[in-house]
């Protein structure tokens, strides 16, 4: 099955860096350094919400209906967008990679815009299940487009949880 990131996301913020297991195998993870840490229109509400890393910019108006990405937004960040608009990328992600076990992000959410904070995010804490890793290329490092799906993951107003 192929993984896709949507026409309409929200951005959370850029990651930073990333472990990934593969059976017993663990792989470190830095050159998504800078892609875009986004996520669905709906997440905040989703039973089973996606973060997609995109190495895509933003452009122009959105074709469609963004309302529910800029409120997805608000709720992440506690502030209004300061844009609003369309990837340029959204290649499909084929790739199973294995799961997710830490993300390391940057972000500017809860402060003042462009003041950023680093997090660490630890998939297995409190019990939780590794989300799965899918990518569009077979090489982890040379992935442009990665969906992060399943597991016990949770967007919240309060982080990635």
């Not at 963004?66 to 990328?89: F, N």
């Not at 992600?93 to 500017?108: F, K, N």
Request: net charge positive; glycine share 10%; charged share 25%.
């Amino acid at each position: 099955m192929s993984r896709r990131v949507p026409r309409v996301t929200a951005k959370l913020g850029t990651v930073l860096d990333c472990t990934i297991a593969y059976g017993s195998k663990r792989h470190f993870v830095n050159e998504w350094r800078g892609f875009q840490l986004l996520t669905g229109e709906h997440a905040m509400d989703a039973q089973r919400p996606a973060l997609y890393f995109v190495k895509g910019r933003l452009r122009g108006d959105p074709g469609v209906d963004a309302e529910a990405a800029a409120e997805t937004y608000r709720r992440w960040h506690d502030r209004d967008p300061a844009k609003v608009g369309e990837l340029d990328c959204a290649d499909a992600c084929p790739h199973a990679q294995g799961r997710m076990l830490r993300l390391g992000y940057r972000s500017d959410k809860w402060g003042k815009r462009n003041t950023y904070v680093d997090y660490d995010h630890d998939f297995l804490e409190d019990s939780g299940t590794a989300p799965l890793v899918y990518t569009n290329t077979r090489t982890l490092g040379a992935a442009t487009t990665i969906v992060v799906v399943g597991g016990s993951m949770r967007v919240t107003e309060r982080g990635i949880a």
